[in-house]
């Protein structure tokens, strides 16, 4: 099982910005899809954007424009810069992988399509 562990998150004003950073435990890069997902209290876990094994980025519509997940190869880490944020944007966010890839909206953004987890770190926002 991968171990994933994630740093960054903060609380900022709308408007700020953040950059999570996701570290594993072996190497990712061109393996693995992965994602960042997101978990807002007494709402369901949603995936905010993904990278698949392949290099392809698919952002959900709530955060295109503003955030961009990438990946450096180097330290073998999975990062998102948070940029513009809004309240809405709150929650704890966790970083995922998949040694799949998914070819469709649904599955890419599915939480149980993916098997390993970080601990979740909390991005807040205020107004």
């Known amino acids: 099982q991968v171990q994933l562990v994630e740093s960054g998150g903060g609380s900022v004003q709308a408007g700020g910005s953040l950059r999570l950073s996701c570290v594993a435990s072996?190497?990712?890069?061109?393996?693995?899809?992965m994602g960042w997902f997101r978990q807002a209290p007494g709402k369901e876990r949603e995936g905010v954007a993904v990278?698949?094994?392949?290099?392809?980025?698919t952002y959900v519509k709530s955060v295109k424009g503003r955030f961009t997940i990438s990946q450096d190869k180097a330290k073998n880490t999975l990062d998102l810069q948070m940029n513009r944020l809004k309240p809405e944007d709150t929650g704890l966010y966790y970083c995922?992988?998949?040694?799949?890839?998914?070819?469709?909206?649904?599955?890419?953004?599915?939480?149980?399509?993916?098997?390993?987890w970080g601990q979740g770190i909390q991005v807040t926002v205020s107004s």
């Open positions: 072996e190497y990712m890069y061109s393996r693995y899809s």
């Open positions: 990278i698949d094994s392949n290099g392809f980025i």
């Open positions: 995922a992988a998949s040694p799949n890839v998914y070819y469709t909206e649904n599955t890419r953004y599915a939480a149980d399509m993916y098997g390993d």
